[in-house]
Nanobody
Framework: QVQLVESGGGWVQAGNSLRLSCAAS????????MGWFRQAPGKERIFVAA????????YYSNSVKGRFTISRDNAKNTLYLQKNNTTPEDTAVYYC?????????????????WGQGTQVTVSS
């Protein structure tokens, strides 16, 4: 089992930056691929970003590409999401995910482990 705990959520003014963290515990952190999904009020949960277990490849949704950066520190068992140039459309609950396959995908059904989520609110 892998436990994921997100932190770093909160309120931010549009245009500013925020960094989310996800601490993993339990089984060995690697070789899990990991990622972030988000769910805005009244909307479906959607893919945000993913990273392979060695961090050699990253993937982003079109809505965040160029603004968000996903990274990981396997020595610290921590995943990050750096969010720059935020907009009110980024307001959502952000979920950290991990998959035992080691393959980063955009499909939420491929992820075995989910954090409890952290709320991010971007005001205009």
């Amino acid at each position: 089992q892998v436990q994921l705990v997100e932190s770093g959520g909160g309120w931010v003014q549009a245009g500013n930056s925020l960094r989310l963290s996800c601490a993993a515990s339990g089984r060995t952190f690697s070789p899990y691929a990991m990622g972030w999904f988000r769910q805005a009020p009244g909307k479906e949960r959607i893919f945000v970003a993913a990273i392979t277990w060695r961090g050699g490849a990253t993937y982003y949704s079109n809505s965040v590409k160029g603004r968000f950066t996903i990274s990981r520190d396997n020595a610290k068992n921590t995943l990050y999401l750096q969010k720059n140039n935020t907009t009110p459309e980024d307001t959502a609950v952000y979920y950290c995910v991990a998959t035992t396959t080691g393959v980063a995908t955009m499909n939420q059904d491929d992820y075995d482990y989910w954090g409890q989520g952290t709320q991010v609110t971007v005001s205009s």
